[in-house]
C-alpha cells in the first residue's frame, strides 16, 4: 500500500500543483460541470487516479481498494495543506 503515498502526490500535482494552473483554468472555461470539476477536486482526481494506480500496481480486484484509500488520503493531506496556508495568512507570514 506504499504506492498509495505515491499516487496521492500525484493526485495533488494535478490538483493543487502550479504546473498544471493554465489547463485547469481551460479545462474549467471549456468543461466546468463535469471534466473541469474533476481536475479541482482532490477527493475526485485522487479517486481515479487510485482506480487506474490499483490497476496497475495490483489488479482490477484490488483497484477499487486503493482508489478509496488514496481518495480519502488526499483529501486528508489536500485539507491539512489548506488549514496550515490559511494559518500562515491569518498570522501574516
Given at each position: 500500500m506504499?504506492?498509495?503515498?505515491?499516487?496521492?502526490?500525484?493526485?495533488?500535482?494535478?490538483?493543487?500543483?502550479?504546473?498544471?494552473?493554465?489547463?485547469?483554468?481551460?479545462?474549467?472555461?471549456?468543461?466546468p460541470?463535469?471534466?473541469?470539476?474533476?481536475?479541482?477536486?482532490?477527493?475526485?482526481?485522487?479517486?481515479?487516479?487510485?482506480?487506474?494506480?490499483?490497476?496497475?500496481?495490483?489488479?482490477?480486484?484490488?483497484?477499487?481498494?486503493?482508489?478509496?484509500?488514496?481518495?480519502?488520503l488526499?483529501?486528508?493531506?489536500?485539507?491539512?495543506?489548506?488549514?496550515?496556508?490559511?494559518?500562515?495568512?491569518?498570522?501574516?507570514?
Amino acid at each position: 500500500m506504499i504506492e498509495c503515498i505515491g499516487l496521492t502526490g500525484i493526485t495533488l500535482v494535478i490538483v493543487r500543483g502550479a504546473v498544471f494552473d493554465r489547463f485547469r483554468e481551460w479545462l474549467l472555461s471549456v468543461r466546468p460541470n463535469d471534466i473541469g470539476y474533476l481536475f479541482t477536486c482532490c477527493h475526485c482526481m485522487g479517486f481515479w487516479i487510485g482506480l487506474f494506480g490499483g490497476a496497475i500496481y495490483a489488479d482490477f480486484f484490488t483497484a477499487p481498494l486503493y482508489a478509496g484509500a488514496v481518495s480519502l488520503l488526499a483529501l486528508m493531506t489536500d485539507c491539512v495543506i489548506l488549514v496550515l496556508t490559511e494559518s500562515r495568512k491569518i498570522k501574516g507570514e
